[in-house]
């Protein structure tokens, strides 16, 4: 917990690119974002995860609803959800639907402020180790979840969510050892570095705001 009383509450939700599946808890992309933004001067407490390896849009939705305590007002909301909706075969259409409840749930939480809300992209496991070996077409992958990407930006920016794209650098340097945790798969402590590094000056923009 941040040690100033007056310290700006965060609720980081998503699945285990946010949970940060195969590092440990202070190498998660939400963590390493609350550091650095202390660094800057923001007093924000380490964020309050709800977030599991796997989950869909609708399976976080459930876990929200049933979150013990239940969630409240938070000064700062993140999200980053759909890779497997899109791993699960599942339609664009659904994911938007489904990803737009759950951003009119986040700013909800975020005290009914569009403005202290950050949106991440999903990105591309195309790219990984463990695409290859499962036999799936890379250019398939990529192309669905730029799809599914464009329907999230298109929701955020209709309500005024701010929306980073961490897919490009996920792209470019996905597939290199140093950025893969063991599996193969997920995102290692460096590559989560690339992804808060991106979203802190977005982020300090909403916070910087009254």
Do not use: K
């Amino acid at each position: 917990m941040a040690t100033d009383p007056n310290a700006l509450t965060y609720l980081a939700l998503g699945d285990s690119y946010t949970i940060g599946e195969g590092v440990a808890p202070g190498e998660r992309w939400p963590v390493r974002l609350t550091l650095a933004l202390r660094e800057l001067g923001v007093s924000l407490e380490f964020p309050r995860t709800i977030a599991t390896t796997g989950w869909t849009t609708d399976e976080l939705m459930t876990a929200m609803d049933l979150a013990q305590p239940p969630l409240g007002e938070y000064d700062f909301v993140s999200l980053l959800i759909g890779v497997n909706n899109q791993y699960r075969n599942r339609s664009c259409a659904d994911y938007a639907g489904e990803f737009g409840d759950l951003l009119a749930r986040a700013v909800r939480h975020a005290r009914g402020r569009a403005d202290r809300v950050l949106v991440l992209s999903i990105p591309d496991w195309g790219v990984t180790p463990f695409a290859a070996q499962q036999g799936r077409d890379r250019a398939q992958i990529a192309r669905e979840l730029d799809e599914y990407n464009a329907c999230a930006r298109e929701v955020c920016e209709a309500r005024g969510v701010a929306f980073v794209d961490i897919t490009a650098i996920n792209r470019q340097r996905g597939g290199e050892a140093a950025m893969l945790a063991a599996d193969g798969l997920h995102p290692s402590a460096a590559m989560y570095a690339e992804w808060a590094a991106l979203a802190l000056p977005v982020a300090r923009g909403l916070l910087a705001r009254p």
